[in-house]
């Protein structure tokens, strides 16, 4: 389904892959291996950068064919990090995926990538091989399940021959740098989990499917849960099940459970997805230009699916829960009406005016649900919940609305250091009396204005006294800006940022 390259951890002194990148600071400055190997070639790599009048810059490259005197090194590709002085962790990650789009570039099946640390950087030598090799791997994915022409770039296995298979990082410390790896290699694992979900045609990943999916992660270490159509309502959970109900395909629940505290009885966290596996807006049907990529409003979802995994497969030191909900929002003669009113899980009533904004209906069901079932010490749920969030921050940012201090400026501390990039909207009162309704005790939509926040504002209705924060990824989850790490329509967006919000603010307290 997707492509990875075996990352191998190698020391500087090891034999060199036919393809060569190594890093080139500010001013063409070289280090120790990289100068070696520059006058092993009689200086070609220094008088190529001069002739081309390369500097360095970061992610800059130049490319130095049949080097003389390097084996059966074929080229060797200077790739600039700039200042690396300025650069941060997630500069490295992204830089690693500039190395990566090079070699592919090349279509190279192998690669050495020489990593030392360059002058003033402020990294350690096995944090940046990592680093480097993390970025690699995002940089690498490709989503290939469904295409059947063989070319003669393919092989048997309908893989391509000239993509990267195998990326050996020759670095000071193999072992070091294997080690820090490891927490990288599990989040690959949990991204690629999530692109690989959003990926998929609704056709193919139903909800049935989709929890058939989830339950194969028991494998990485999860406990797994799965509720069907009648579990669901039995406990009644008529906000989820008004939107499943004009599909055929049955609704389901997603429950993943880690448990890595010290403590077992420690009070979980507790991440909540929207796992609209397609969405056509029920009776207030979407307009048909673009719904294809409705099979994406699942993304929330996916996220926390591979947060899990990533959880799971670094064996985190922290208590966890993912619950996901996954139904098909379809217009039929079984499907919810405008104007239709019901009961949530929470005894609550709701008038849903407009069918089309059901992804908060699943959510609030969920919420009531973990609220009441595993009293978590806070809340976070993640959806792709509002085109208004589009129109408000585009595709860059995620929307945060939050009703703790204290949780957001943890979320926004871990989007700054991954590029998972939030930014905090408004919760108030004001919203809260748009969604006020003369026939039930609230309605799900509050009219043209504000309609990414008075998503939250419904939402947090349902929320009692626990920190909670929701995330709107509409734009942020798929089809999102392509980058040096995300190259897919779907892009996995979400599980750097819980993963580090974890690891920062609740793992190191457990140590």
């Known amino acids: 389904m997707t492509t990875r ?31 070696e190997l ?45 200042k690396a002085g300025d650069m941060q962790e997630n500069d490295w ?13 090349r279509k190279s099946k192998s690669a050495s990538l020489i990593v030392e640390v360059p002058e003033g950087a402020g990294i350690k030598a096995d944090a940046l091989a990592a680093s480097l090799a993390f970025g690699a791997a995002l940089r690498n994915y ?13 092989d048997t296995n309908g893989e391509a021959a000239d993509g990267l298979q195998k990326l050996v990082v020759h670095c000071a410390d193999p072992d070091k740098a294997r080690a820090a790896y490891v927490r990288y290699a599990a989040l690959v694992n949990g991204i690629v989990t999530a692109r690989d979900l959003v990926n998929e045609p609704a056709n193919a990943l139903g909800p049935v499917e989709f929890a058939d999916r989830v339950k194969e992660l028991e494998a990485s270490g999860l406990e797994i849960e799965i509720l069907d159509a009648e579990q669901i309502t039995e406990l009644k959970m008529g906000a989820l099940l008004a939107v499943a109900q004009g599909s055929v395909r049955p609704a389901r629940i997603a429950i993943m459970q880690w448990h890595g505290a010290k403590s077992k009885r420690a009070k979980p966290i507790c991440f909540i997805g929207k796992g609209v596996v397609f969405d056509t807006g029920g009776i207030s049907i979407k307009p048909a230009a673009g719904m294809e990529d409705m099979k994406g409003d699942m993304g929330g979802a996916a996220a926390v699916v591979g947060t899990m995994q990533a959880l799971a497969e670094r064996k985190a030191h922290v208590n966890a ?6 139904v098909e929002n379809m217009p039929s003669g079984t499907a919810t009406r405008p104007g239709d009113i019901v009961r949530a899980h929470s005894g609550n009533t709701v008038e849903i005016l407009n069918t089309d904004a059901e992804g908060r209906l699943v959510l609030v069901d969920l919420i009531s649900y973990v609220q009441e079932r595993f009293k978590p010490r806070l809340m976070i749920d993640l959806a792709t919940l509002t085109g208004a969030i589009m129109v408000a921050l585009g595709k860059e940012y995620a929307g945060l609305f939050v009703n703790d201090e204290k949780l957001a400026a943890d979320l926004l501390e871990a989007s700054s250091e991954t590029g998972e990039k939030l930014w905090r909207m408004p919760l108030d009162k004001a919203y809260d009396k748009m969604l006020e309704s003369k026939n039930c005790d609230i309605k799900n939509i509050g009219g043209r204005w504000a309609g990414a926040c008075t998503a939250a504002a419904f939402i947090k209705y349902f929320v009692k006294d626990t920190p909670w924060a929701h995330i709107d990824l509409a ?37």
């Open 93 to 105: 990650i992204l830089l690693g995926g500039s190395a990566a789009g090079a070699i592919g570039a």
């Open 142 to 154: 490709e989503f290939r399940k469904y295409l059947t022409k063989k070319t003669s770039d393919e």
């Open 321 to 326: 829960i993912g619950i996901i909900g996954l």
């Open 38 to 82: 520059d006058q092993r070639a009689g200086g070609a790599l220094l008088k190529a950068a001069e002739a081309a009048q390369y500097k360095g810059r970061k992610k800059s490259t130049i490319e130095v064919l049949a080097p003389p005197r390097l084996g059966n090194v074929n080229r060797v590709i200077l790739l600039g990090t700039g």
């Open 475 to 511: 734009g942020t989850a798929m089809d999102a800006p392509k980058s040096e790490i995300s190259p897919s329509w779907g892009a996995g967006w979400g599980v750097r940022l819980l993963d580090r919000f974890v690891s920062d603010k609740y793992e190191k307290a457990e140590k």
């Open 5 to 35: 390259p075996e990352i191998v951890f190698q020391p500087l002194t090891a034999d060199l892959e036919p393809t060569v990148v190594v890093l080139a600071a500010d001013d063409v400055a070289l280090g120790s291996r990289a100068r």
